[in-house]
């Protein structure tokens, strides 16, 4: 196909845009279409400028110059309304629904359905959301929940819902796998799938080459908010992407793991018949130190319990927690954290849960043991601004971290600053839950770095991560979650995807010591 004809067939066509913030340019003279009913991936690494574009199409922001066209026709996309009317929605991964609302008043913002006297037939609404969600695939979810209390991937899958349910014929995707699991993501191919069929056109972007390669036709990499190349995914492997997206060779995807024979360190943290929370039940484990102990399950087996259990964030209701092979009672983060625990945690959302945005990322990093540089009530920024440093250094974080605030980073090097507090702590036990989430294939090696030269150094991972190959490249051991408890433990020399798939599926349990 010849680039007119592509144009005159084209549902979206950049031209020369350009974005800058401040003096961060954001996006710089980007040119490209995509197909109509076609599946588009948009990939680059965090801060290379998907996210920006995404938004100017979405009406959030406007180009600073360039223009859009849409099915042909230039449109001035100004605000969200003018991008709805014409056919484009969006499904964010910083999700837009509103925590202390229902599911079916999310479904329903903000186009709810009102009679002539401006009341809101429910039943009815209710009725259309129900099919709508059973036209998807998607059960067990009460319309009738605050979405607040629901699982993070179950959000994402209603923020997905809610986009198709305004009948797109633009769907933008932004990350919408970085919180679904196995199951999830297939149901999403589905999704994906079934709106092809029907015509509809979807910008799909993911760090995940594996869903790009089975879900998309197309592809258009990003850098440093520049255009690198737009082609069909089929005439490209996989190592030519990745290197296309971070601008130079990468020999290698993941740090090399130490010998599986090496015998392990002493025990730092366990738990013996530890029920938690909703799901967590009768679940047993040791990890030493110097170890990588993945944690693999599928949505809902009660992962998420054992970290916030461990970390003083969930109500235990029976059996115990051990550190150096003591019983310990930990009741909050501010007891995880004492001198002789040292436990520090990185949760599934690190823009609500791991930061504040506002502050700068020196307050985010010091913050956890800010005591520990106060005297007679006044903080010693000296000393806050020496340690932090020192520790921004070693994960690869820019100086101006120190006095900018965090919400002007990109995603990788929030989740940096994340893991950094914990660090400046001085955490001998780090849980990292999915800390790879969303963060591009550049950054992930880094983080990958920096998990083993911790645990090299004498400290301890609980690494749960929702990318299998994740674990089998870098876990010394896999524990298995299944109906909230242990269903196996399995080696190093053991490790490998069928084996872990199978046992998160129920398969062949057995634990290892």
């Known amino acids: 196909m010849t680039s007119a004809t592509r144009a005159s067939q084209s549902a979206i066509r950049l031209e020369h845009v350009s974005k800058s913030f401040g003096a961060t340019v954001a996006v710089d003279d980007v040119t490209f279409s995509i197909d109509k009913g076609s599946v588009h991936a948009l990939l680059g690494e965090n801060g290379a400028g998907k996210s920006t574009i995404v938004k100017i199409l979405a009406g959030l922001i406007e180009a600073d110059s360039g223009t859009n066209a849409i099915f042909g026709e230039p449109e001035r996309l100004s605000n969200p309304r003018i991008s709805h009317q014409q056919g484009i929605q969006t499904a964010f991964q910083e999700m837009t629904l509103v925590n202390d609302l229902t599911v079916l008043d999310n479904m329903l913002l903000p186009y709810a359905p009102v009679s002539l006297v401006g ?33 993070l991937a179950v959000q994402q899958k209603i923020e997905i819902a809610r986009a198709v349910y305004r009948k797109p014929k633009i769907l933008l995707l932004d990350e919408p796998t970085s919180t679904l699991t196995g199951r999830d993501v297939d149901w999403l191919g589905e999704v994906i799938a079934q709106l092809k069929g029907d015509g509809v056109t979807i910008v799909f972007i993911s760090h995940r080459i594996p869903e790009v390669r089975a879900f998309c036709d197309r592809l258009t990499i990003l850098r440093n908010g520049q255009h690198i190349v737009t082609g069909n995914v089929s005439e490209f492997s996989d190592t030519q992407v990745i290197e296309m997206i971070i601008g130079r060779s990468m020999a290698q995807t993941f740090p090399s793991r130490p010998d599986g024979s090496r015998p392990l360190g002493p025990e730092v943290l366990a738990a013996e018949s530890l029920s938690a929370g909703r799901k967590l039940r009768d679940a047993s484990f040791k990890l030493h130190q110097g170890e990588i102990l993945g944690v693999a399950g599928l949505q809902g087996m009660g992962q998420l319990d054992l970290f916030l259990a461990c970390f003083g964030m969930a109500d235990i209701h029976g059996g115990s927690v051990s550190v150096d092979g003591r019983p310990v009672v930990i009741t909050s983060p501010a007891d995880a954290i004492r001198s ?26 010091s913050l956890p043991v800010i005591s520990r540089f106060t005297r007679l009530g006044l903080i010693d920024t000296a000393a806050e601004n020496e340690a932090t440093e020192r520790v921004f250094e070693r994960v690869e974080v820019e100086r101006r971290a120190l006095w900018t605030s965090v919400s002007a980073f990109s995603g990788g090097n929030q989740q940096k600053i994340a893991i ?43 690494f749960f991560s929702t990318e299998i190959s994740e674990l089998v490249h870098l876990a010394d051991r896999v524990m298995v979650l299944y109906g909230g408890r242990v269903s196996a433990t399995i080696p190093t020399d053991e490790i490998n995807e069928q084996v872990i798939v199978r046992a998160t599926l129920g398969g062949d349990s057995k634990v290892v010591g």
Request: charged fraction near 25%; aromatic fraction near 8%; avoid cysteine.
């Open 119 to 151: 009341t809101v037939n429910r039943r009815a609404a209710a009725a259309s959301i129900r099919e709508h969600f059973a036209r998807l695939g998607i059960t067990g979810i009460d319309l009738y929940d605050e979405v607040g209390t629901l699982d």
């Open 340 to 365: 002789n625990i040292g436990l520090g945690m990185v949760p599934e959302d690190r823009k609500t849960e791991a930061l504040f945005l506002n502050l700068s990322g020196k307050h985010n990093a």
């Open 420 to 462: 950094a507090k914990w660090l400046v702590a001085e955490a001998r036990i780090l849980l990292l839950f999915d800390p790879t989430r969303g963060i591009d294939v550049g950054t992930k090696y880094e983080l990958y770095l920096l998990m083993r030269e911790f645990a090299e150094a004498g400290g301890a991972v609980l």
